[in-house]
Nanobody, 122 residues
Framework: QVQLVESGGGLVQAGGSLRLSCAAS????????MGWFRQAPGQEREFVAG????????DIPDSVQGRFTISRDNAKNTVYLQMNNLKPEGTAVYYC???????????????WGQGTQVTVSS
């Protein structure tokens, strides 16, 4: 069982940066791949970043490539999402999730956090 708690969301102007954190409880954090998703009102949840168990491999979709970076600190049971040059269309609730392998599909993830709101003003 893994419990996930996101933090770091807030209001930022377009072009600004935010770093989201996701703290995991339990001794099995390092055994899970981690992903970040976002969901804007009225839209489907979208994959924005994934990282494998050791942190040696990441997956960033083209939509945020070059602006978003994912990293993890297994000693702190925490995964991070660094978001730079944010755009108004990035306004969404951001979720972290745990899986056995890095995957862009929501169904692959077994555990989810409650989400943190990110609002990007124009």
């Amino acid at each position: 069982q893994v419990q996930l708690v996101e933090s770091g969301g807030g209001l930022v102007q377009a072009g600004g940066s935010l770093r989201l954190s996701c703290a995991a409880s339990g001794r099995t954090f390092s055994g899970h791949a981690m992903g970040w998703f976002r969901q804007a009102p009225g839209q489907e949840r979208e994959f924005v970043a994934g990282i494998n168990q050791s942190g040696s491999s990441t997956d960033i979709p083209d939509s945020v490539q070059g602006r978003f970076t994912i990293s993890r600190d297994n000693a702190k049971n925490t995964v991070y999402l660094q978001m730079n040059n944010l755009k108004p269309e990035g306004t969404a609730v951001y979720y972290c999730a745990a899986s056995r392998v890095v995957d862009r599909r929501q169904a692959a993830y077994d555990y989810w956090g409650q989400g943190t709101q990110v609002t990007v003003s124009s």
